[in-house]
């Protein structure tokens, strides 16, 4: 199922703490033209959902735009904001700082789990 692909690739990116881009995570996920990107981005806003449903850091945060200064795109901070987990403006120091925790949370929880 392409949620369960979508977790396991961004584990594995949390645990050696690497970002990615939409662009190269839709290809991870073999998406196929049109609106790949899109489709990406829909997917990754269903796994922030579950992750705070679940009280675990939002593995979405590794996926960044390549154009926002390793920023997440705008529907994470305004998915974020729906869940009830940043309040701001998807832009600015509120954005980055909430990025850069969400990030830290993310590299803690999933390097415990390391292999090697």
């Given at each position: 199922m392409l949620k369960d692909r979508l977790r396991q690739i961004l584990i594995e990116l949390a645990q050696t703490e690497t970002l990615v881009t939409y662009k190269d995570l839709a290809e991870r996920l073999c998406l196929m033209p049109p609106q790949t990107i899109h489709r990406a981005a829909g997917l990754l806003e269903n796994l922030m959902a579950e992750d705070a449903e679940?009280?675990?850091p939002l593995?979405?945060?590794?996926c960044v735009g390549r154009l926002r200064n390793d920023l997440p795109a705008r529907g994470f901070f305004m998915t974020a904001e729906a869940l009830g987990l940043f309040a701001g403006?998807?832009?600015?120091p509120a954005a980055r700082d909430f990025h850069i925790r969400e990030l830290a949370r993310?590299?803690?929880?999933?390097g415990q789990f390391r292999s090697g």
């Open positions: 679940a009280g675990r593995l979405a945060a590794l403006a998807p832009e600015g993310v590299f803690d929880f999933y």
